[in-house]
């Protein structure tokens, strides 16, 4: 889903005649799906999500996306989806 927003993003701008110095960058806490996004071999077990990796994968080799990992204590995204403690 960030891919896709991402590259929805990236046109918005373009129509609006801005221009990125770099694509984008994805930071994803998931050292597999990470991998996966510059493997191109297929795996057996990815056979549900193979439309995704490969839309995600096309978009790494177009130099469109950039996928990179992110430590799941550095994560900030995690702020807004897991709860907080009490203290």
Request: aromatic share 6%.
């Amino acid at each position: 889903m960030a891919a896709t927003e991402s590259v929805w993003l990236l046109s918005l701008l373009q129509e609006l005649k801005f221009s990125l110095s770099q694509p984008p960058l994805l930071l994803c806490d998931n050292m597999g799906a990470t991998q996966v996004s510059f493997n191109p071999v297929q795996h057996s077990r990815m056979k549900y999500i193979q439309i995704d990796i490969r839309f995600v994968r096309d978009l790494v080799a177009k130099n469109i996306l950039v996928v990179q990992h992110v430590h799941t204590t550095d994560q900030l995204a995690d702020l807004l989806t897991k709860p907080l403690f009490r203290q």
